[in-house]
């Protein structure tokens, strides 16, 4: 659909990734030589590489790029998606060419080879960068922008034209709406949708996008026969996606192509890599984590009676639940007590949390500040049952007053914290701001989650809106 992400790029993109890596082995020679001053790099004579590795390294590069989809443009319409696969991807071929080396020319320096890394992932980065710039600012001025027909103007159509709007990414412009309402027609709703074939023939619309009811289906039918000679795409939103949780996705089911609507909002792919740097930060952080963590167990026995840690369930990924831990900040009885602290808004909404709630003990107010409460947790994510970064997991009885549209938070692993906990914390009740967590669902990356994780840092350390 989109020409930038054609075949015709993809294989200009391999010959020229394969050349710019053949290129950075040669730069790599040049910049080693010109190092040798420098104190901390062992002077040695020019080396050269030898000829097999202008074929091997190359050939490498791209294989590995291939593999990490870095090729496919639909699966990096976003920048940050691009730019993130690309540096896993180098990362990858770097240890391979590594180990190539390693069993074939171990006298190449490593300090020149380290340079061939870096030059070769920077290159590729930058040539692409400069690419999607060009193609921004083009679309930006509207030129060799794919003209599309939208085939409905309700509410999946309106949204559809306005994401186009909004994203000059994606190299497309709307020429305008068919609808059979006719309460609807104005000037960017050109008439019934009987004028479909005579519209697509008349004027330059390289896309035709359907974006109508369950309760059209014959008209869809109809429609997409009418189009069916004419050397247009055409595109279909089908109205089941009201009923997604997150997003839909078509899969083999018993060798018959089917639409989930319950596609997990994660790919494998994403998954994995999440997975991965939650048990690799765990395993860093655990060691240094242990001692502060008897000694908080320790005072809190001293400072009040009842057990060190508070057990609670919670809702996790996809609506399952968990028991969830954390230090015990209050009274042992404290959910006895819920109801004398408990308030509602001027919505009727319920609010548990408050300042200087009588049920927190002396300890547990420097535990809840500090969200050295949380500690525990990261045996949850050792576990599975949690994530490090995530919407924050959710009490039952909350879960069961949420909306629909409320409920797609669980479309990801819950986590110690994430987007809402930065923005706010305490100070915005959880379920009253699952907007939050949308956002996070509906952006995720794992460097949105870093990005969280360096700005946990700096909430915590300014206990704004933690009691």
């Known amino acids: 659909m989109l020409r930038r992400f054609s075949t015709n790029v993809a294989v200009f993109s391999i010959f020229l990734d394969a050349l710019l890596v053949a290129l950075s082995l040669h730069l790599s020679?040049?910049?080693r030589e010109l190092a040798n001053p420098l104190p901390f790099v062992r002077d040695l004579p020019r080396q050269e590489i030898p000829l097999v590795l202008n074929v091997i390294f190359p050939l490498l590069w791209v294989l590995v790029l291939l593999v990490f989809n870095i090729y496919d443009g639909r699966k990096n319409i976003r920048v940050v998606d691009e730019f993130g696969s690309l540096m896993l991807a180098s990362g990858m071929a770097s240890v391979a060419s590594a180990g190539i080396l390693y069993f074939t020319f171990r006298d190449i320096s490593r300090f020149q080879f380290g340079l061939f890394a870096l030059l070769a992932f920077l290159i590729l980065l930058s040539w692409r960068a400069i690419f999607r710039l060009t193609v921004y600012r083009k679309h930006a001025r509207r030129v060799e922008l794919r003209k599309v027909l939208i085939l409905g103007a309700g509410s999946a159509g309106k949204r559809i034209g306005e994401q186009i709007k909004r994203g000059n990414m994606y190299g497309l412009s709307v020429v305008g709406y068919l609808d059979d309402d006719t309460s609807k027609h104005n000037g960017t709703v050109l008439g019934d949708l009987n004028k479909a074939r005579e519209?697509?023939?008349?004027?330059?619309?390289d896309d035709v996008v359907v974006a109508l009811p369950m309760s059209a289906h014959q008209r869809l039918t109809q429609i997409i026969a009418e189009l069916h000679d004419l050397p247009v795409r055409v595109w279909v939103i089908p109205d089941y996606f009201s009923l997604t949780l997150h997003k839909a996705g078509v899969f083999d089911f018993a060798g018959i192509p089917m639409l989930d609507l319950r596609a997990p909002a994660l790919d494998e792919y994403q998954r994995m890599v999440k997975r991965a740097f939650d048990l690799v930060v765990c395993v860093m952080v655990l060691p240094f984590v242990l001692p502060l963590m008897g000694i908080i167990a320790v005072l809190i026995k001293l400072d009040s009676p009842g057990p060190v840690i508070f057990r609670q369930q919670r809702v996790g990924e996809n609506g399952?639940?968990?028991t969830m831990l954390k230090f015990r900040t209050m009274v042992s009885n404290a959910e006895l007590l819920q109801k004398q602290v408990e308030r509602k808004d001027e919505n009727g909404n319920r609010i548990l949390k408050q300042q200087?709630?009588?049920?927190?003990?002396?300890?547990?107010?420097?535990l809840r500040q500090t969200s050295m409460d949380e500690l525990p947790q990261l045996f949850?994510?050792?576990?599975?049952?949690?994530?490090l970064v995530g919407p924050r997991p959710e009490m039952p009885d909350f879960v069961d007053e949420y909306q629909p549209w409320q409920r797609k938070r669980f479309a990801v692993p819950q986590g110690i914290t994430g987007w809402w906990q930065v923005n706010g914390r305490s100070d915005r009740p959880m379920h009253l701001n699952t907007e939050d967590d949308l956002y996070y669902v509906q952006h995720y990356s794992i460097w949105l989650d870093l990005q969280i994780l360096a700005r946990t840092v700096?909430?915590?350390l300014r206990r704004k809106g933690a009691y």
């Open 458 to 460: 700096w909430a915590v």
């Open 199 to 205: 519209l697509v023939r008349s004027q330059p619309v």
């Open 356 to 366: 200087n709630d009588p049920r927190v003990t002396r300890i547990g107010k420097f």
């Open 29 to 31: 020679i040049l910049l």
């Open 320 to 322: 399952r639940l968990f």
């Open 380 to 387: 949850n994510v050792l576990d599975n049952s949690m994530s």
